[in-house]
C-alpha cells in the first residue's frame, strides 16, 4: 500500500470545493483527520458552536466515508497531533485549506515548517473566501479599509474562481491510528440540554447545505433586496452557520447563485445583492487578516479613549432578554434559543449594548462567541467592531439605532415580536411587562454625550 497522503479539515467540512481533499486524493490513499484544539479560533469554541460542530463532523465523516477517506478525530494541540498522526500513519504528505486568522496563520506556518524539515511534502489551498486577502489592494498597493472601493475591487476581478468537484471515491487505505469516538467529545449539552431549539431550527441531514442554497434560491432570493431587513418574513438564507463550519464555501454559492440568475429573470436585484454579502464576509476577513489585533484593539484609535460603563447588572439584563425594550429582548430571545439572529436586530441588539449601554462592544461580542452556531472570529469581531462606531468604515457616531422605530419599521406584520415577545403589544418599552432598563432618551444622549467627549478627527491605523 502506497503511503497515504493526510487532509487536515479545520472549518471547511465539505467534500466539494475542496482543493486540500483533491489534492491528498490525486496521490494517493487519503486520510483525514479533524483536531479539536481549543486554541483553533484563538479561544475555544462557544457552546453553540460545539453543538454545531458535533453535527457538522457527524455529516462529514459520513460523506467521507462514502468516499473511502478514514476520519480521524482527535484532541490536543493541532500541530503536535497532526505531527504524530503523520508519524503514525508513514504519511508523506499533508494538505490543507488556509486559515487567514493570525493565530491560524501562525500554527500553520510553524506546523508547515515542522513538516518540511522531517522530509513531508506540505500543500496549502484557497477556498475559504471568494478572494484571498492579500489580492485585493488599492491602485497604490495598500490594503482597502473601506467596504465600498473593496467591493468595487472584487468585482472589477472579475467572477470569483469557479467551486472544485468533489472527488472520485477511493479504496479506503488501512489505518493505524485510532480515532475518538465524537460522542466522547461531549460536544453536545446535556445537563442540562438546552439544544433543543437548535435542534428544531437545523436538522441535522446529509446535504442540508446544498439544500438551503436551492431553497433560498428558488423561493426566496429573487425578494431578497427588498425583504432581507425584515425579521419577520423567512427573507434571507439563513447559511450563516454552513459558511462558517466550510459546510458551503463562498465559490459554490457565488457560482450556484449566477446559475439560477441565468435561468430566472427578474431576480438580478437580489443575486446582486446577496453577492454583495459575501463580499462583506470576505471584507470582515480582510480586516482581521490586515488588522491582526482587531480582537482587542479599536480600529479606529481614539477609541482607546471612550468612556465606558462598568455595569454587569445591565449586560446580564441584555444577555437574559430583560432590557423592557421587546425589540432587544426579542432577538436576545431569539439568540438563546436558535442560535441565531436576525442581521437587522444584530445591529439593533450590539448597538443597544454598546450605546445605550455603554457597555464594552467585547463583552457583546463575547457572548455571541458562545450562542451563536454560525459564531465567526472574523465576522463576529469585524462586526461588533462597526457596529461599536470604533471599527472600519463604521456608521456615523450620531446614527443610535431607535429600538422602538426599528421594530416597528422592520417587523411590520408584529409576526417577529408575536414570536419572540409574546407578552408585548408593541415595541414601546415596558410593553412586555418589563420594566425598561434605561430610557431611550437619556441612553441616547449619553452615548452621543461619550462620542463627543473623543474630541478631533476619526483617525484610522495605518
Ligand atoms: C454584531 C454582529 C455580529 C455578527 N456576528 C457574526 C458571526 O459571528 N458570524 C457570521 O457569519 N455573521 C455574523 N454577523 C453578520 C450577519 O448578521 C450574519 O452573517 C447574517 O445575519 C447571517 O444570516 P444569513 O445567512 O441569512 O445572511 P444572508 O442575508 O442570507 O447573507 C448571506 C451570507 O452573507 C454573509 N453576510 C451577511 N451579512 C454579513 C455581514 N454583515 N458581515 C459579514 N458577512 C455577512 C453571511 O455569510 C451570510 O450567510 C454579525 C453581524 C452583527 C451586526
Known sequence: MPAPAIVLFRRDLRIADNAALRAAIATGPAVALYVLDSAADGRPLGGAARWWLHHALARIGAQLRDLGVPLILRRGDQNTTVLDTAVEEQADAVYWNRRYTPWGIAADRALKAALRASGTTVGDFPGAYLREPWDLTTKQGNWIKVFTPFYRASLAMGEPPGPLQP??????????????????WDLLPTKPDWAEGLRDTWPSEPGTAEARLSTFLEGRVSGYS???????????????????????????AWHSARQFQGTSPGSDQGIDSF?????????????????????????????KRFPLSDDPSSLRAWQRGRTGYPWIDAGMRQLWVTG????????????F?????????????????????????????ANWQWVAGCGADAAPYFRIFNPITQGTRFDRTGNYLRRWQPSAASYEPGSGGCQPIIGHKEGRERALAAFRSLAGRWESPG
Not at 472527488?167 to 469516538?181: D, G
Not at 425579521?231 to 439563513?238: I, K, Q, V
Not at 441565531?340 to 448597538?351: Q, T
Request: proline share 10%.
Open 340 to 351: 441565531w439572529i436576525h442581521n437587522r436586530v444584530r445591529m439593533g441588539v450590539a448597538s
Open 226 to 252: 427588498r425583504d432581507r431587513d425584515r425579521p419577520d418574513l423567512d427573507a434571507t438564507s439563513a447559511l450563516s452557520p454552513y459558511f462558517a463550519f466550510g459546510e458551503l464555501s463562498p465559490r459554490q
Open 275 to 303: 453577492l454583495r454579502q459575501l463580499v462583506w464576509r470576505d471584507f470582515s476577513a480582510n480586516l482581521l487578516y490586515h488588522f491582526p489585533d482587531l480582537g482587542h484593539r479599536p480600529f479606529q484609535e481614539k477609541f
Open 167 to 184: 472527488p472520485q471515491p477511493q479504496l479506503p487505505p488501512s489505518v493505524s491510528t485510532k480515532s475518538e469516538a465524537l460522542a466522547d
Open 353 to 381: 449594548l454598546c450605546k445605550h449601554l455603554l457597555l464594552p462592544w467585547q463583552s457583546g461580542e463575547a457572548w455571541f462567541w458562545d450562542t451563536l452556531v454560525d459564531a465567526d472570529p472574523a465576522q463576529n469581531i
